[in-house]
């Protein structure tokens, strides 16, 4: 089986092939060939296995490797995996056969550098090898074509979403209920939620035990600001007290290793044990904890409260809630928000008539434009693209204290104002880094409108 561990400094990815042979060494070149990069051919390695090394201009040097064997994936990993469609987890657990690619990675540029690997893996995935599939070695996120398509459309860098993997567990079986419209499958509650790949960034994973639907079913928006403030280490693992949002988000960040000495028995057994069980465990991962100490100055010495999971993460975060980013990520946020504004307004104008919701984030001055007020992020609800360059909405959640910002207000921006977009669709939200429900939508899309048009004709 292949096993692929990646040496400090490297990234690796994988591309499945439902074949019993990948693509041949020659049509690999020629592949590559065809985006102008210069190839030098290494000596064969074991039982046949060939390789050759790129220098591309522009996404720097790989290596490019045949191997003889099939990969080597957990099927686990694949069948949780929220970035694949049903048959796209299908294509990847009946994979026979594998090519690998090998680049650089410089320290601190990781968005950067993964997303010149994933260049290379989308040419290893061309359209002329059917049902491919990629893996990020690192990261542990599975790619279908068709996503990484969208991904490398625009030069923006890799979200953080692309560089770890976040998925939960449960210890109880879906259940059938009696719905109005039949019997429907209702999934079970997730017991253990938890992050892969922050740690090889070098951060912590995280944990979060029993949190609540709304986290998960909402872009993981909460769950990202956690991830991507880990990351950039503006919240430490083992304060007594930190605010991930507000209101109501204090938290503390407890290590497993104390969580397991001191938490109750009752939450570490939520811990579900996997047969890969050390990919769980270890020094840099960490339980989403309530905090351990008051939240008043005066009573922090004497009043300490015990280690516990989160209560702030069960409940249902207020509408009102803020996010805590790092200013550098709503930089990044707002770069892919804008480079992306054209699929968004092609999602938009396709499915007009399927009243999907679209609400967008601007920057909003506090005062005149040229006054020298800070800029502040507001929600909006996006009526209409007036061209490739602007778009007009009205406000969706006014500021807190005076503004000028007045709910329903209507107001044009241009695409440089755009902080963050957002489609909810039946299937969940399209966001500027995950568009899957987009791609899961539009599969469903002609039998829906078949039955919009046989209701409308039953009632006219």
């Not at 550098?113 to 690192?138: I, N, W």
């Not at 679209?358 to 005149?368: D, E, L, W």
Request: glycine share 6%.
């Amino acid at each position: 089986m292949v096993k692929l561990n990646e040496e400090p400094g490297s990234c690796q990815a994988l591309a499945f092939y439902a074949a019993a042979q990948p693509p041949s060494s020659a049509e690999v070149q020629r592949r590559f060939g065809n985006r102008g990069v210069r190839l030098r051919s290494l000596p064969p390695g074991p039982r046949g296995s060939w390789g050759f090394e790129i220098d591309h201009p522009e996404w720097g040097e790989a290596c490019i490797a045949g191997i003889a064997e099939r990969p080597d994936v957990s099927p686990l990993a694949i069948q949780i995996s929220n970035r694949l469609l049903p048959e796209e987890k299908e294509h990847a657990l009946a994979a026979r056969s594998v090519l690998a690619v090998i680049t650089s990675e410089r320290e601190g540029h990781a968005p950067e550098d993964r997303k010149f690997l994933l260049r290379f893996l989308e040419v290893l995935l061309d359209p002329a090898s059917p049902h491919a599939t990629g893996f990020d070695c690192r990261a542990r996120t599975l790619w279908s074509g068709a996503a990484l398509r969208e991904e490398l459309a625009h030069d923006a860098d890799l979200d953080i979403h692309a560089l770890i993997e976040m998925h939960g567990a449960s210890k109880h079986p879906p259940k059938l209920e009696l719905t109005p419209d039949g019997r429907d499958i209702v999934p079970p509650r997730v017991d253990w939620f938890h992050s892969h790949g922050l740690a090889d960034l070098g951060s912590y994973d995280f944990e979060i035990l029993q949190p609540a639907p709304i986290l998960l079913l909402d872009g993981f928006e909460v769950l990202r600001g956690l991830a991507h403030r880990l990351l950039y280490g503006s919240i430490e693992p083992g304060a007594p007290r930190q605010t991930l949002f507000v209101p109501g988000g204090d938290i503390a960040l407890i290590d497993v290793a104390r969580f397991e000495r001191e938490g109750p028995r009752e939450e570490r057994a939520l811990r579900v044990r996997l047969p890969q069980g050390d990919a769980h465990d270890g020094p840099r991962r960490v339980v989403v904890c309530d905090p351990l100490v008051a939240a008043a100055p005066s009573t922090q010495r004497t009043q300490r409260w015990p280690v516990r999971a989160s209560r702030a993460m069960r409940r249902l975060p207020a509408a009102s809630s803020v996010i805590d980013f790092p200013p550098c990520v709503t930089a990044l946020l707002a770069e892919r928000a804008q480079k992306t504004a054209p699929a968004l307004r092609a999602i938009v104008e396709e499915h007009a008539n399927e009243l999907l919701e679209t609400i967008v984030q601007v920057f909003c001055p506090m005062g005149a434009p040229d006054s020298g007020q800070p800029w502040q992020i507001l929600w909006f609800e996006l009526e209409r693209f007036e061209n490739d360059q602007t778009f007009t909405g009205k406000v969706r959640f006014e500021p807190q204290g005076s503004s000028d910002y007045k709910r329903g207000r209507r107001m044009t921006f241009g695409v440089e104002d755009l902080a963050n977009w957002r489609v909810w669709s039946p299937l969940g939200p399209i966001t500027p880094y995950d568009r899957t429900a987009a791609r899961a939508f539009q599969k469903i899309l002609p039998h829906l409108r078949e039955e919009f048009a046989a209701e409308r004709a039953r009632m006219s």
